[in-house]
């Protein structure tokens, strides 16, 4: 009988379609992205740039009535094409991921990729002068990626290391740069200028852009996108009212609370002149 020799190539080479590599589309890809991001960065100046004077428009895309969404009638249209989306594509996806999957495996999931994304936390702290955080970041990665087996087991948070949840976006903030208007983005969804600017600096310093297996680096970004999905079914049964509204102004709320590290800077309901009450108003 004859023997034939199969090497690794041939086995790329059939699997991956003849002369048309994965390893090539991955390039095209990665490439792909970077003037997405690019592009994204462009586009954000640009609105950064026009944003404070906000000149009349003619199509109707500004409104000066909403400091924080002038471009809410944009940003709706973009919107409906993300949910039409999420809606045929990604929810079902996500759907039945959690259907098909145990809680704890999810769990599991769930931290492997929150422990990569303690790298940025771990820059931005330092970059924002708060070097007490920045060392906590550093021990909960050591630890989990570690003894927690790459994340999947957190073990620093029973220990009392809560995790941060720091951006190059929230840096920029911290130093004095305004957070911008709110800007719906095809595919991202809804961020600040700031955020935007910052997607790029935080997308770099995850360790998944750095995979050159393009087959490993295709997994696992579906993964997380699916888990980060289902993460959220639960959460969007609360929302009430218009759709768009309700996401945008908890996004910006929350946006608030992480820039500020948590601290109430200010409370609309204390401060109103209407409510002026005094000891006796509580007496019974």
């Not at 890809?29 to 462009?42: E, Y």
């Not at 909960?140 to 087996?149: D, E, K, S």
């Not at 929302?239 to 109430?264: A, E, H, P, V």
Request: proline share 6%.
């Amino acid at each position: 009988m004859k023997r034939v020799l199969i090497t690794q190539e041939t086995v790329r080479h059939v699997i991956h379609g003849g002369d048309v590599s994965l390893e090539r589309h991955h390039f095209f890809f990665r490439q792909g992205c970077r003037l997405l991001l690019l592009l994204l960065l462009t586009v954000s100046v640009y609105v950064s740039a026009n944003t404070a004077t906000l000149p009349d428009d003619p199509f109707g895309s500004v409104d000066a009535s909403l400091p924080h969404d002038p471009y809410e009638n944009w940003n709706r249209k973009v919107f409906v094409f993300n949910e039409t989306l999420d809606a045929w594509i990604l929810k079902p996806v996500a759907t039945g991921y959690r259907a098909v999957t145990p809680r704890f495996l999810r769990t599991g999931v769930r931290n492997f990729f929150s422990n990569l994304g303690e790298i940025s936390n771990f820059t931005n702290n330092l970059l924002q002068a708060k070097p007490v955080p920045a060392g906590k970041d550093a021990v909960r990665f050591t630890l989990n990626t570690t003894l927690g087996v790459l994340g999947v087991f957190d073990l620093a948070t029973p220990l009392g290391l809560q995790k941060s949840e720091e951006d190059f976006g929230q840096t920029l903030n911290v130093w004095g740069v305004p957070e911008g208007p709110y800007l719906v983005l095809p595919f991202l969804g809804g961020h600040n200028l700031t955020h935007t600017l910052g997607l790029p600096i935080d997308y770099y310093l995850n360790p998944m852009y750095h995979i050159e297996d393009p087959l490993i680096f295709y997994s696992l970004g579906s993964l997380f996108v699916v888990q980060r999905r289902t993460d959220l079914l639960e959460a969007e049964k609360l929302i009430q009212g218009d759709r768009y509204s309700f996401i945008r102004d908890t996004y910006l709320q929350r946006r608030l609370f992480l820039i500020n590290d948590g601290k109430m800077v200010s409370d609309p309901f204390l401060e109103d002149d209407d409510f002026d009450f005094d000891d006796d108003d509580f007496a019974y």
